[in-house]
C-alpha cells in the first residue's frame, strides 16, 4: 500500500483544539501487537463484549486498534484519560460523547476499509467521513443504478470506462460523508440527494432533497489518502480549514 503524502503532515507533539478547523487523522491497522495490547484497558466493558463477539482474531484484532485509538485521540484533545470516555448513539447509530466529555463540544466521526483508519474531529461542528477501498471488481453500474440519482447515474454512464470505477467510488465516499454527517443512517436514500464526482471536478453537493436549502449548510472536501483508495469529508458550514495528520505507527498514546 503506497500512502499518498500531499496534504498529510506529521503528527503533532501537542494537540491544538480544532477551534475553526476540521484535523483529519490517518493511520493504518498494522500496529505492534505491544501497542494494540496496551489498548485494551480503554475499552469499556460494553465495547470488550462487542470486540469478543467476533468469531476471527484479525477481527477482534482491528476493533480494538480502531477503538482503542479513537479513545486516546479523544483523551488527548479533552486532556481525559481513555477509559474515562463515555459515548452515547443516536437512533441511526451515530457516536457522540456524554458526562464529562461534552464540557467540550468535540465532534468526531470515523472511517475505516482495507488497511485504512481515518478519525476527523471537529469543535461544534458536525462532521462526516468516509474511504472505501476500490474494488476492480464490482459492477459499477449496476449498483449505480440501484442507489445513485439519476442526475449521477447519467453523470457517471457518460464517463468512458476505463474512468468509471474511480469516479464511482469518489461519488460512493461523497454520499457516505454527507449521511453520516448528518447522522441520518439508512434512513436518508443515496438518491435523495446528488454530489459532483466527475474527474476534475470540485467536491460538492449539487442538489439536495426534499429541502434544497440543506445543499448550502454542508461541505464537501475529497481526501488524497492512499493509492487503491478512496475517500471524503463532509462538515457542516464553510469556512473551516483542513488540516491533515499523518499517525505514524509508534506510541499509541503518546507517552
Known amino acids: 500500500m503506497i500512502l499518498h503524502t500531499s496534504g498529510w503532515n506529521a503528527a503533532p507533539r501537542d494537540l491544538a483544539w480544532p477551534r475553526d478547523e476540521i484535523h483529519v487523522w490517518r ?7 505491544a501497542t494494540v495490547a496496551d489498548l485494551e484497558p480503554s475499552l469499556s466493558d460494553d465495547e470488550r463484549q462487542r470486540m469478543n463477539r467476533f468469531r476471527f482474531a484479525q477481527d477482534r484484532r482491528r476493533y ?9 485521540l479523544l483523551g488527548r484533545y479533552l ?14 447509530g451515530k457516536p457522540s460523547l456524554a458526562g464529562d ?8 466521526n470515523v472511517s475505516h476499509s482495507g488497511e485504512i483508519l481515518l478519525i476527523a474531529v471537529a469543535d461544534e461542528r458536525a462532521l462526516g467521513v468516509d474511504v472505501e477501498q476500490i474494488r476492480r471488481d464490482i459492477e459499477a453500474e449496476a449498483i449505480a443504478m440501484r442507489f445513485f440519482s439519476p442526475r449521477e447515474r447519467q453523470a457517471l454512464a457518460e464517463l468512458p470506462v476505463t474512468v468509471q470505477v474511480d469516479a464511482f467510488f469518489d461519488c460512493w465516499t461523497r454520499k457516505e460523508a454527507y449521511i453520516k454527517a448528518r447522522g441520518d443512517g439508512l434512513s436518508l436514500p443515496l438518491d435523495e440527494f446528488d454530489v459532483s464526482f466527475v474527474p476534475g471536478e470540485t467536491a460538492r453537493l449539487l442538489a439536495t432533497r426534499p429541502d434544497p436549502a440543506d445543499r448550502d449548510r454542508w461541505s464537501l472536501t475529497a481526501l488524497d489518502v492512499a493509492q487503491g483508495y478512496k475517500a471524503a469529508l463532509a462538515a457542516e458550514g464553510a469556512g473551516w480549514a483542513l488540516q491533515c495528520w499523518d499517525w505514524p505507527v509508534a506510541n499509541a498514546l503518546w507517552k
Open 79 to 92: 486532556d481525559l484519560e481513555p477509559h474515562r470516555l463515555r459515548f452515547d448513539y443516536t437512533p441511526q
Open 101 to 108: 466529555s461534552t464540557q467540550r463540544a468535540l465532534q468526531f
Open 27 to 33: 493511520t493504518v491497522f498494522g500496529w505492534p501487537d
Open 64 to 72: 480494538l486498534v480502531g477503538r482503542g485509538l479513537l479513545r486516546g
